[in-house]
């Protein structure tokens, strides 16, 4: 691991930590973190009452923490030139999501490749499975409001997920998924602890 990625990815569980601490009650320097299959993070050995979902992620020098009630994932990624990302999209997008990327301004073809990648990735995380189950099996619609929607295979909305894209400035787009028919979402920016070289995100769902 780079040494760039090794300190986002230090500076991201100490976030992680730091937030969990408020969900569980124990010490966090007692919090047993461990991944699945695919990298999803989950607490291990926690009290059975304890029914908490978090996600991380990590983009040019930014960590972002989800935590709720229900399965979620969240991923943000900085902004930067594709050299062919129409290419990319007809590998990985879905056919409505192509069509949109094409149809879009040239000015605004990078942010919404981006924006769409984004909630494709939350979503992946959320379900667990990692790219096992391929970008192009589902399709995410995204309206002239920037609202981002779960579509199922026929076209029609998929009520039991909640996808949100998150205002993260002009450089970085993000986005979070959750298995629950709607929730609200609370998103602020904590302090970075002296010395780390990340700036922090969070989100509350609820």
């Known amino acids: 691991m780079a040494d760039g990625r090794a300190t986002q990815f230090v500076a991201g569980r100490a976030l992680l930590r730091r ?26 050995g926690t009290p059975p009452n304890v029914n908490l979902h978090f996600n991380l992620s990590h983009s040019a020098g930014v960590a972002a923490v989800a935590i709720g009630r229900a399965p979620l994932g969240i991923d943000i990624e900085s902004l930067r030139d594709i050299s062919d990302p129409d290419a990319i ?5 879905a056919p409505g999501e192509l ?13 919404m490749f981006f924006s769409f990648w984004t909630c494709k990735e939350a979503y992946l995380k959320a379900l667990g499975g990692g790219l096992a189950h391929g970008l192009a099996s589902f399709e995410v619609e995204i309206d002239g409001q920037g609202e981002a929607t779960l579509l199922r295979s026929d076209g029609s909305r998929d ?8 205002a993260l400035g002009p450089n970085l787009a993000g986005a979070v998924a959750t298995r629950s028919p709607d929730c609200a979402v609370q998103c602020w920016c ?12 969070a989100l509350a769902l609820q």
């Open 19 to 44: 937030l969990l601490a408020a969900y569980v009650p124990c010490a966090p320097v007692q919090f047993e973190i461990s991944c699945g299959q695919h990298g999803k993070p989950h607490l291990a």
């Open 89 to 93: 999209a007809a590998r990985f997008f």
């Open 99 to 111: 069509r949109a990327l094409r149809q879009a301004p040239a000015a605004r073809q990078q942010r």
């Open 159 to 166: 009520p039991g997920w909640t996808l949100r894209q998150l």
């Open 190 to 201: 904590l302090d970075s602890p002296r010395g780390a070289a990340a700036a922090f995100k």
